[in-house]
């Protein structure tokens, strides 16, 4: 147990944005701790059931038409199992507008939202982005929740104290406290986030996902969504979404938006290191080196070259991709942001617009019917929009793989997959790949890139 003096030193060390920090006044308060936070904002968290249903793998042996034959063809077909998800969320307006992870309710088909007063509420997915971790959930015939005022998570400093609220292994609503660890914590989360996160050593477990990131105002600074681990319980290495991006991302949902709208940078970039800094002539290593743009983004368009080396977006630090990529994420498409870049002893400032990437040209995509040999197999040309889907490089043109399909995922062909030749036919359009497999002959050939490794895919048909 903490004693007065030292808890109260805690409390004025730490620093808020939001309201003046009040340290306690007397012996009763000192002995609540955080109830009173706790109480506060206890009730905007809630227990997310989600209800998954997941692709098994078809039985190789019943593939051979011999057995199909024999047994029938329902022997082939996959089984559908259901998956029961656990989480946590957070109420972030009266109306019913609730937070989770995308990992948690993104691909689900039948969501139970549970308040801390135990009612129970049908909910749907109104929002979602895989990359970045966030759903944004819409509970049915709510109105009048409590929910969190969010903070900006700009404002928030390393060693401030901060409570993790969320539903740890399914044993109830849990609060555990800690401090932030870090900051601007990039390429070190676990599961489908990969972005820009606030570290705490507060305890996060499987369950807590999608919880609540508090300061000691009860203000929501962030979302919890991963920790580092080896043996699966907390070892108080935990990583939370920031407030900012989600408050961004709740912007969109009640705009109207299916499907979150980034700016479109498209830029491939790495981190300063000191070997490149001093291949520069910098003292520090610090910024973000571009190392590929697309000719059309408007990075290029501003005149950002290779080999520029970008400090700050509006005024903010950034030292890798992915926090560069929050920083525009957080100002919105339809503005414009300030990039400070260094270009060899000179230090400028660029004004870029932020626009949502360009479907053009037309993706034009295409699902392969029953007269070709991979009916089911979904392709699209290649433009800038694509590109930022689909996580593909800059320089690709072409058609890729959206979906591969039954007969596609069985010949080996992948999401993802840039078609460069068919039997040795170029494919530059969705209707070359239809011609090249309408009458294909006894024999195909797909030759693809994936990623930057070339791949022969040969097979008869």
Not at 22 to 49: C, D, H, M, T
Not at 155 to 176: D, H, Y
Not at 187 to 198: E, L, P
Request: aromatic share 6%; charged share 20%; net charge negative.
């Amino acid at each position: 147990m903490l004693r007065p003096s030292l808890f109260a030193l805690f409390i004025a060390c730490a620093t808020f944005a939001a309201a003046e920090t009040r340290v306690p006044q007397s012996q009763a308060e000192i002995s609540l701790g955080f109830a009173p936070v706790v109480k506060q904002a206890s009730p905007a968290v809630v227990n997310i059931y989600a209800k998954i249903i997941r692709q098994g793998r078809a039985n190789t042996l019943f593939s051979d038409p011999f057995f199909q034959d024999f047994f029938g063809r329902g022997f082939s077909e996959p089984r559908q199992r259901v998956q029961n998800s656990l989480g946590s969320g957070v109420i972030l307006s009266d109306d019913g507008y609730v937070v989770s992870n995308y990992h948690v309710v993104g691909t689900a088909t039948e969501i139970r939202v549970v308040t801390t007063d135990r009612r129970e509420y049908s909910a749907q997915v109104v929002l979602g982005d895989k990359e970045s971790d966030i759903a944004i959930l819409r509970l049915e015939d709510a109105a009048d929740l409590p929910y969190l005022q969010m903070r900006d998570s700009d404002q928030v400093e390393v060693g401030e104290l901060a409570l993790a609220i969320g539903n740890p292994f399914g044993v109830g609503q849990t609060v555990s406290s800690g401090i932030i660890s870090g900051l601007a914590r990039t390429g070190t989360a676990t599961g489908n986030a990969r972005g820009y996160f606030i570290q705490t050593d507060a305890a996060i477990n499987p369950g807590n996902s999608g919880g609540a990131l508090i300061d000691v105002n009860g203000d929501l600074i962030g979302i919890n969504t991963s920790i580092l681990t080896r043996s699966g319980g907390s070892n108080g290495i935990g990583f939370a979404i920031p407030a900012n991006l989600v408050a961004e991302f709740l912007r969109q949902a009640q705009s109207g938006n299916e499907s979150f709208v980034s700016p479109w940078a498209v830029m491939a970039g790495q981190h300063m290191s000191a070997d490149i800094a001093e291949s520069l002539g910098l003292v520090i290593p610090q910024g973000v080196v571009i190392s590929d743009l697309h000719r059309l983004s408007p990075l290029a368009e501003a005149g950002l070259r290779v080999g520029d080396v970008v400090t700050h977006v509006d005024g903010d630090e950034v030292n890798s991709p992915a926090e560069m990529k929050f920083r525009m994420s957080v100002a919105g498409v339809g503005g414009t942001s300030v990039l400070t870049l260094l270009r060899g002893d000179s230090s400028e400032e660029i004004e870029i617009a932020l626009i949502k990437a360009p479907e053009t040209p037309s993706a034009d995509k295409t699902t392969l019917d029953d007269q070709t040999v991979m009916p089911g197999l979904e392709v699209s040309r290649i433009n800038p929009a694509v590109i930022s889907r689909m996580g593909l490089l800059l320089s690709q043109t072409g058609v890729v793989v959206v979906d591969a399909g039954p007969y596609g995922g069985r010949s080996g062909l992948r999401a993802g997959d840039v078609v460069d030749s068919v039997n040795g036919q170029d494919i530059r359009h969705p209707d070359d790949l239809v011609d090249a497999l309408t009458d294909p002959g006894r024999r195909l050939q797909f030759d693809i890139l994936r990623g930057r490794r070339a791949v022969s895919l040969r097979f008869r048909l």
